[in-house]
């Protein structure tokens, strides 16, 4: 499946920003679907995740509520709606898929086959 990011921007702390991530090439229902970011001189990290099976999601603890990922199988698109954000939010936010994920790894970026071309998210205080 091929992915497409979008949505990011300069936002200030407090703010909100929704990121999306547009899908093709695959049946979107029977992908887990994830967003990861990478900030300046640090690994990749997990934020958020949705499972295939009866979309359960999941979120990293920093999200602390602030985050909500959705996603829309009638328009192939998953979503990362941002609240609260704070300026260590600042980051390369990237979309994920996989059709073979086992929810075990759901957290983890090296079960994820598919990855879109990641949008910048900056928050500034």
């Known amino acids: 499946v091929q992915l497409q990011a979008s949505g990011g921007g300069l936002a200030q702390a407090g703010g909100s920003l929704r990121l999306s991530c547009a899908a093709c090439g695959a049946t979107f229902r029977q992908y887990s679907m994830g967003w990861f970011r990478q900030a300046p001189g640090k690994e990749r990290e997990f934020v958020a995740a949705?499972?295939?099976?009866?979309?359960?999601?999941y979120y990293a603890d920093f999200v602390e509520g602030r985050f909500t990922i959705s996603k829309d199988n009638a328009k192939n698109t998953v979503y990362l709606q941002m609240s609260s954000l704070k300026p260590e939010d600042t980051a390369v936010y990237y979309c994920a898929g996989s059709s073979s994920l086992i929810l075990s790894m759901i957290r983890d970026s090296r079960a994820y086959r598919s990855w879109g071309q990641g949008t910048q998210v900056t928050v500034s205080s």
């Open positions: 949705s499972w295939r099976g009866g979309g359960h999601t």
